[in-house]
């Protein structure tokens, strides 16, 4: 799962998460934990720190190998299978870019946003290298981004809801975002199913700026978020136990 955390490239945290959990230190850990949690309070903290971990990590991010390239062109693959030419897209947490990009040619328009302007500077300039013209970026989190209710057609957030502070609270303002019959395509490490000391591990490597803000849920409780907020479950897969879980969420007609 550690793989998946930071998407489908191999993070370089993996030897911090290998260094650090050990089942028999939960405790410790737990004690030690406490103090972190004041931080949601000030969610402008948050996401400074946030902004500031995804920014001082771009570069190399955008040149990590993809871990499992079947797997991402299986989403990729099975996403295109929604779109239609007329439709309006909307990326949040797209990164560097590259598969707004590669989805560009299958819809009318896509606007991608990230928190980290850095992020956001890689991926605009790959758009301007290959003259992408129906695609927009712009730094935004998605708390503070907004467009008309019932405007968008689909919506995308790929590995990025186990990285939110709230995130019934984003798939609520995603659902009110879609057209009837609109599609929220997902792609989530649930660490939940097989790391739950995680819980204690994060905050701390939050708290050291090692780690993004991380969230530790099953795939069972993310099915329940999505179908509480409204969206029927339609495709849902998850390439391997270990690997970020798969899904497209229709909103109801
Ligand atoms: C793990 S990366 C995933 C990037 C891309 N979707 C992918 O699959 O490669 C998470 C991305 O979410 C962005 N991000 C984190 N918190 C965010 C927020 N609250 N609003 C918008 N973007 C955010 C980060 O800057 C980063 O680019």
Redesign the pocket.
Known sequence: MAGSL????QPPLLSLLRANPKPGSQEGLRKCAQPLTFRSATSGVV?DR??KF?DKI?ER?SKQPIADEAAYQKKLQVTRGYFRPDMEVL??????G??AITHAPYVKHILA????SK?IEIAQGKADAEDIENIAFQR????A?SVPDGSLDAV?G???LH???NKERVINKVRKMLKPGGFFVT?TACLGDSMKYFKFVAPIGTFLSLL??VKVFTTSELVASLTEAGFEIDYQWQPRKDAAVFIVAKKAQ
């Open positions: 930071l998407r489908h490239k996401v946030s902004a995804w771009a991010y990326e949040f947490g797209c990164g560097t590259s598969t946003i990230d928190i980290s992020m935004s989190t998605i708390d981004f995308l790929l590995s990025i990285l939110l502070d792609s993004p803000l």
